[in-house]
């Protein structure tokens, strides 16, 4: 599956000198210095959080090209411009392609929008330096590059408004539960591990306010709730694939229709709650549960129901005891934390919901990229990349470039290099720096050349 691009993530692109610092200082409404490294070489972004009458979001710069000495090779400009254009692809949600309306088009404006184009991202033009309203004029010399164009001025403050009037709305929504975007919540498992039981019992929950008639579909049961009230109070809505009438088909039928809900009602949720029987444990059945949820890429709590049957059958049993020997039998759902509960004691279900609002807050979790470079290089001091294929990885950086499901991408020489024991070592220095229980992480590794 395609990772998705949740993060209110605004790059400013365009080739040297138009203005894109300017512009950059603008929009966050106060000076960043920059720093200037040696010539040619590609400088790390700089990322500032905006916040346009309280909408926020992340603007990066993708570079300090406006600060070529004047020897360098035009060669050179082009090759780094584009390389900035595609960084920017890599890391941004939206483009703010910066052209100067003074200079007209030239044919780097074109090579840039070749590159915007061909990478399907929203992209607006912001024609500066249009200091006054005579120069607004030329602005359609930038008609052909196919953008909606605004003329601006970074440093008279003009046409600012309207630009981020246009930008905002077309961003990714944040991701707050809200009554109209509550938090969507699977509840899977094999019949009879407990799920209407305990789909049941936290409805009955005295905090638990259902909200509205639950919807129904082909393939399950959507019932809308509440816990607390105003400001704090937070929207849920459980996908019970177990409430939905029993077929009356024959036994294959109905195990073909049950996979079918399972699956959707995975696809379609935040977060999913796997029910296992602890009576008997896990069974190949709910292996292959947690394959679908796995590969969905979704964040994932695991309630250990029946726990009450589990006591009664060992007076002795402790859930550290027990807690092993699921994690063996579930091997790739590590990530995900297990409670013990009881559907029919009420045992642990308050805990349940504090539980799923923690996974769903984990799977949501931003790392900051100067965070993130650092874990990776005590990664690497501690544990060097092997050589593979005749050579060693090199990694330049890294960004977070998605939530739900969390991915970094890592700027390498050459993802060949890469051996895959080194890959789970990281992703596993990325779990112990960062915790992120419940949320999956992925690294995906890209190509990256030295301009
Ligand atoms: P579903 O098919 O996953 O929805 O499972 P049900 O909720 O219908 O439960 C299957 C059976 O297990 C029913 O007989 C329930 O009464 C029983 N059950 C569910 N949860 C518990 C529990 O926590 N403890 C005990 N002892 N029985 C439970």
């Known amino acids: 599956m395609e990772e998705t691009k949740s993060k209110r993530v605004v790059a400013i692109v365009g080739r040297p000198n138009v203005g894109k610092s300017a512009l950059f200082n603008r929009l966050i409404g106060r000076r960043v210095s920059i720093v200037h490294e040696e010539v040619g070489v590609t400088r790390d972004r700089v990322a500032c959080e905006a916040n346009w009458n309280g909408e926020r979001f992340e603007l990066i710069d993708t570079g300090g090209l406006g600060h070529f000495d004047k020897q ?84 008279q403050n003009r046409g600012i408004g309207p630009l981020l009037e246009e930008l905002i709305p077309k961003l990714p929504q944040e991701k707050n539960p809200t009554e109209k975007n509550p938090l969507r919540v699977a509840v899977v498992g094999r019949p009879n591990a407990g799920k209407s039981s305990y789909i049941n019992r936290l409805l009955k929950d005295e905090r638990v306010i259902v909200s509205d008639i639950p919807g129904t579909t082909r393939d399950s049961i959507e019932v809308p709730f509440t816990i607390g009230k105003g400001e704090s109070a937070r929207h849920y809505e459980l996908i019970d694939t177990a409430g939905v009438q029993k077929d009356t088909r024959g036994k294959g039928a109905v195990d073909w229709f049950s996979n079918l809900r399972t699956d959707k009602a995975i696809e379609r949720a935040d977060v999913v709650i796997m029910v296992l029987d602890a009576e008997t444990g896990p069974t190949s059945r709910d292996k292959k549960v947690a394959a679908k949820i796995i590969d969905a890429q979704k964040g994932c709590l695991i309630l250990c129901n029946k726990w009450d049957l589990a006591e009664e059958a060992d007076q002795d049993i402790t859930q550290t005891q027990y807690l092993p020997a699921l994690r063996e039998a579930l091997p790739f759902m590590g990530f995900a934390p297990v409670l013990f509960v009881s559907a029919k004691s009420g045992y642990n279900i308050k805990r349940s919901v504090e539980a799923i609002d923690y996974v769903a807050a984990m799977t949501r979790t931003e790392i900051t990229t100067g965070v993130l470079n650092r874990v990776i290089e005590q990664a690497v001091a501690k544990y060097p990349p092997p050589i593979a294929k005749g050579k060693r990885l090199k990694i330049f950086y890294a960004t977070q470039s998605g939530t739900n499901p969390i991915y970094f991408k890592v700027f390498v020489n050459d993802p060949a290099n890469a051996r895959s024991n080194w890959l789970a070592y990281l992703q596993n220095q990325f779990r112990e720096a960062f915790g992120l229980e419940g949320a999956p992480i992925y690294i995906k590794l890209v190509a990256r050349s030295r301009p």
């Open 72 to 155: 360098v090779s035009e060669d050179r400009i082009v090759a780094g411009t584009e390389e900035q254009a595609k960084i920017a692809i890599a890391d941004a949600s939206f483009i703010i392609f910066v052209t100067d309306i003074t200079a007209g088009l030239t044919p780097l404006d074109e090579e840039v929008g070749r590159i915007l184009h061909e990478s399907g991202l929203p992209v607006l033009l912001a024609a500066n330096k249009t200091d006054n309203p005579e120069r607004e004029e030329n602005i359609c010399d930038f008609d052909q590059l196919g953008f909606p164009t605004f003329a601006v001025s970074a440093i």
